[in-house]
């Protein structure tokens, strides 16, 4: 009986093998776009890495990051953690994070420093996403584990102050 159920197993798998093939490249001639080669090549998925891989060096604290902007003269007040309610529009968490006023931009910015890779390309992910819908502009920069986000309202070239600051980060 096992032997049997194994040969009808085998069967339909081999069929539907055929099948399947056969209805690629049927597909693919009546449409004119692919052959059936091209058809049956499909790219597998790529997922990201889990586990230690994912793991980063732990460099820079947020208030690294707020030592070197007030030593580049740049303004930073108001520091708080972020909160729960802070984050509630944000996927994924950082090990430390603060937010900050520039007052004089009427914008906040905020820091975020992290453990894991996949973390911290959420989130980056995430911000540059929203620029690309147009639905908030951020400037984000990026230095090993840290990310700076500032609000849109920081006009260009302050911006660039404040990533020119963040590059010289050395320890």
């Known amino acids: 009986m096992q032997r049997q159920n194994y040969k009808i197993l085998l069967t339909i798998f081999l069929l539907t093998n055929f099948y399947t093939e056969d209805i690629l490249a049927q597909g693919a001639n ?11 090549k499909t790219p597998l998925a790529v997922f990201p890495k889990k586990g230690p891989q994912s793991i980063m060096q732990y460099k820079w604290s947020p208030n690294d990051v707020i030592n070197i902007f007030n030593t580049n003269g740049l303004e930073v007040k108001d520091i708080k953690p972020l909160t729960a309610d802070d984050y509630s529009s944000i996927p994924a ?5 603060i937010k900050f006023i ?3 931009d009427h914008a906040e910015g905020c820091i975020l420093s992290f453990e894991r890779r996949y973390d911290m390309d959420k989130i980056t992910d995430h911000y540059r996403t929203l620029n690309k819908k147009n639905k908030l502009y951020s400037w984000t920069f990026l230095k090993d584990n840290v990310l700076v986000v500032l609000k849109g309202e920081v006009p260009e070239v302050k911006a660039r102050l404040y990533e020119d600051a963040l590059k010289k980060l050395k320890k």
């Not at 009546?30 to 049956?40: C, D, E, F």
């Open 93 to 97: 968490k950082a090990k430390e994070a």
């Open 102 to 104: 520039i007052s004089s």
């Open 30 to 40: 009546s449409y004119g776009s692919l052959s059936p080669a091209t058809a049956i």
